[in-house]
T-cell receptor
Framework: ETGVTQSPTHLIKTRGQQVTLRCSSQ?????VSWYQQALGQGPQFIFQ???????GRGNFPPRFSGLQFPNYSSELNVNALELDDSALYLC?????????????FGQGTRLTVV | EDKVVQSPLSLVVHEGDTVTLNCSYE??????LLWYKQEKKAPTFLFML????IEKKSGRLSSILDKKELFSILNITATQTGDSAIYLC??????????????FGRGTQLTVWP
């Protein structure tokens, strides 16, 4: 089991609402990436945070936003939820600047939008 | 456009069988390829491959990369029911692009019957 923790584990929201998902990175890691995994698909990169700033973004609209805190934990915020936002949201922590290293994933948050 | 394609998407075998999972990729400035096992939520790291022709092994699992033909295979010998999972292949672009971003394939759903 990795040291990456996500909360909550499950969440049900109504279309149009806003949601905040949280991620605590593994000790010693300074980078957090967020992924969306729809049913039957591989994880899709949303964005990455390093030193509290966005360090790359995938093909997601601006209503997907994030934060990273000084302790390297991170939040993913999604506004104006749509039915298609229903997915498993994964957070991965890694160490930027280290030699090639794997990303460690949290258990994910299963978001259902109804 | 960067792309990772896995095949087959689904595979059903019996315990004791040997399976080969495939991953082909088209990624600008390739840096490394990662294999993950996803049983319920969190993908767990299996292998990182950076050099062609060097086999990585862990117990009954092994993997190899061909950077000329742009593919990797993951072999599982003497499969067990505990090997049932989704196997994800991800490619990491080199430094200079979005650092740490993983491009995932859709995964191969492996089911091992007793």
């Amino acid at each position: 089991e990795t040291g990456v923790t996500q909360s909550p584990t499950h969440l049900i929201k109504t279309r149009g609402q806003q949601v905040t998902l949280r991620c605590s990175s593994q000790s010693g890691h300074n980078t957090v990436s967020w992924y969306q995994q729809a049913l039957g698909q591989g994880p899709q990169f949303i964005f990455q945070y390093y030193r509290e700033e966005e360090n790359g973004r995938g093909n997601f609209p601006p209503r997907f936003s994030g934060l990273q805190f000084p302790n390297y934990s991170s939040e993913l915020n999604v506004n104006a939820l749509e039915l298609d936002d229903s997915a498993l949201y994964l957070c991965a922590s890694s160490l930027l600047g280290a030699p090639d290293t794997e990303a460690f994933f949290g258990q994910g948050t299963r978001l259902t939008v109804v | 456009e960067d792309k990772v394609v896995q095949s087959p998407l689904s595979l059903v075998v019996h315990e004791g069988d040997t399976v080969t999972l495939n991953c082909s990729y088209e990624v600008t400035n390739f840096r490394s390829l990662l294999w993950y096992k996803q049983e319920k939520k969190a993908p767990t790291f299996l292998f990182m491959l950076t050099s062609s022709g060097i086999e990585k092994k862990s117990g009954r699992l092994s993997s190899i990369l061909d950077k000329k033909e742009l593919f990797s295979i993951l072999n599982i010998t003497a499969t067990q029911t505990g090997d049932s999972a989704i196997y994800l292949c991800a490619v990491v672009p080199s430094r200079g692009s979005t650092l740490g971003r993983l491009y995932f394939g859709r995964g191969t759903q492996l089911t091992v019957w007793p």
